[in-house]
């Protein structure tokens, strides 16, 4: 399985930004996946993950009600809408990925101690003050 991330960029804060996800490996919808960020000299840092149908969600408290993430598997691609980014947002963001078999629907909140099976490259978003 392939993850390419993409939609990184530079914005001032209180701006937004849409960072997607393309899962090479048909069909998309048997993975859940999940958002991660990391910034030099920390840990990764999980964001949010969604189901392999889409139905369910779970956000890390750091940016519940200011990020969304979605999919689309018809196009296998994830999203993870971001608004009102602050400059301590500024991360290379990752999207990685679980087969549903491990992690069900309802499970999504022990993708913040996973390791995740397969990892993008990351997309560097940078929020300036």
């Known amino acids: 399985v392939q993850l390419v991330e993409s939609g990184g960029d530079s914005v001032q804060a209180g701006g937004s930004l849409r960072l997607s996800c393309v899962v090479s490996?048909?069909?998309?919808?048997?993975?859940?996946i999940g958002w991660f960020r990391q910034t030099p000299g920390k840990e990764r840092e999980f964001l949010c993950g969604v189901s392999w149908s889409g139905l369910n969600t779970y956000y890390a408290n750091s940016v519940k009600g200011r990020f969304t993430i979605s999919r689309d598997n018809a196009k296998n691609t994830v999203y993870l809408q971001m608004n009102t980014l602050k400059p301590e947002d500024t991360a290379v963001y990752y999207c990685a990925s679980v087969k549903n078999t491990v992690i069900g629907e309802t499970q999504l909140w022990l993708l913040e101690h996973y390791n995740m099976d397969y990892w993008g490259k990351g997309t560097l978003v940078t929020v300036s003050s």
């Open positions: 490996e048909f069909p998309s919808g048997l993975y859940v």
